[in-house]
């Protein structure tokens, strides 16, 4: 089974944003909308924008805000720590797709037990830098992915050429921000995420 | 009939607050919690701390989060310029009390026709000083109330002694912070509000 891209908005979101999705979003499984600074009004603003280039609200998850998941028919909604817990927001939401935001194994057998359908993982690399070294992230994923029932994606530092070593960790795949906000062609990035978690065949 | 007292907390919602809600909660109609910097996780833990003193989830309106009303079994929600527009909110969670905050007699009117189920207007009183002279909040009060059929509930500077002018341009009721939260006797002024409110038979 393909592995899952997701892409989380950078908390800059623009009409520049909107013209990057435009162009790469066949090839991705989910938006996140993370724009922490903005008000309700504004996240509604931008899935309009969506709407405009037929982005399809199956495919667009909203942080922290259920309602607005709901008022826009998104596919879910992404709980951090700040958030509601998984539980509640599944019980009055049951529609909802329910992600949960964790950092360490211990908050992420809470989150399953919570009722979390999946969960992000992250960072597993905290520096672009530190090619050579192990990270922990990618030593802790392990053990979660080991642990868990529950989907999990990595976040936080994944380029195409990681990509593989976080899949192979058990990873259902990733999420990614500055991978394809930042890249020189986001659309050959997203083919390159795309192409390995499609083919990925290890184990 | 009765007109409604509303109590909006202040933003800094605190186990001092909590004590003062236990000792007049009969004598009020609705609790707004508005506490804009506060997280999701925060919100809940006020309501929480209102179900453990039996303050019942049909007298609390959220501010802004549908989702956190629906979740507490709340009676409404609260829009703000910065929230969703009320068509929005009132499709999406039919049985929720939609409330729309609005300035001026145009956004009333947009708010009514967006199906806001009542209105909070305000500010009525711009500064305690000025007991003397007519303020141009009552005016155009008075200009709404009669304009639209939807309740309009008066906020801003009002004291229990005001109450009884506002009544008189119309508003179904007032919603009040610092004449309960800053009072030297909270319950005091509570019934003093109360009193006025159901025995108010001018016209």
């Given at each position: 089974?393909?592995?899952?891209l997701h ?16 162009r790469?979003?066949d090839n991705?499984d ?26 399809p ?8 805000r259920a309602?607005?998941?709901v ?5 879910g ?16 939401f049951?529609?909802l797709q329910?992600g949960?935001s ?13 009722g979390?359908d ?11 830098s530190?090619?050579n070294?192990?990270p922990?992230g990618?030593?802790e ?6 642990t868990?029932?529950v989907p ?21 795949g ?5 991978g ?9 990035n ?10 990925w065949?290890?184990g």
């Open positions: 089974m393909g592995k899952q892409l989380i908005t950078d908390g800059n979101f623009s009409n520049q944003h909107l013209q990057i999705i435009k790469i979003h991705i989910y938006l996140h909308i993370r724009e922490k600074m903005k008000p309700a009004k504004d996240i509604l603003k931008i899935i309009e924008g969506l709407e405009n280039i037929k982005f609200p199956a495919k667009i998850i909203v942080n922290d309602d607005l998941a008022m826009k028919y998104g596919a909604v992404q709980l951090a720590y700040h958030s509601p817990p998984a539980s509640l927001v599944k019980r009055s049951p529609d329910v949960k964790v950092h360490s194994l211990h908050e992420a057998e809470q989150a399953q037990q919570e979390a999946y969960l992000l993982y992250g960072h597993i690399y905290s520096s672009m530190k090619l070294q192990q922990r990618l030593v994923l392990q053990e979660i992915t080991s868990l029932s999990v994606y990595a976040v936080g530092g994944i380029t195409p050429e990681r990509t593989n070593e976080v899949i192979a960790a058990g990873a259902a990733v999420a990614v921000m500055s394809i906000w930042q890249a020189d062609d986001p659309l050959q997203v083919k390159a995420y795309h192409h390995t978690l499609n083919t065949e290890g």
